[in-house]
């Protein structure tokens, strides 16, 4: 069993000073990773292709490949700290067993922006499998630049 290693990612730090994301604007996407997974996913990890070449996202009853769009995305600031907020992400009735994410960019070739860890294995069975974003603050904010 590999590990998951909750971080925003290096590429997408390199990416954002490219030009290549405009969050509140591209897709965004949040798949979800088995709890047996193959791949090691951290701040190395590139692309949600790392995912899926490692055959190592969930599976299950209406669970569909690629996630599901992370909704209403807002870019805020708090002192000197640039944050991303939107929505819990919600996977409708589904039946899985997942360990953790990646959220990534579906309007820039997939790449990936963080890596979410949840600590143990969470299961939905026969339900919504709800992810709870932090609130949007400069030390609470999954994606934020101090």
Do not use: W
């Not at 996977?91 to 997939?110: L, M, Q, T, W």
């Amino acid at each position: 069993k590999m590990a998951i290693t909750q971080t925003m990612c290096t590429s997408f730090k390199g990416e954002l000073l490219g030009g290549i994301h405009d969050l509140d604007t591209h897709t965004l996407k949040m798949a979800l990773i088995k709890p047996s997974m193959s791949g090691t996913y951290d701040a190395t990890t590139t692309n949600y292709s790392d995912v899926t070449g490692n055959s190592d996202e969930v599976t299950g009853t209406n669970y569909s490949a690629g996630g599901v769009n992370i909704a209403n995305v807002a870019i805020t600031t708090s002192g000197t700290t640039g944050i991303v907020d939107f929505d819990n992400v919600v996977f409708s009735s589904v039946d899985i067993d997942a360990r953790g994410a990646i959220i990534y960019n579906s309007s820039a070739s997939n790449k990936a922006i963080a890596v979410l860890d949840f600590g143990e294995t969470k299961t939905a069975t026969d339900g919504d499998f709800t992810v709870v974003i932090p609130a949007a603050g400069a030390s609470t904010a999954i994606i934020r630049i101090a």
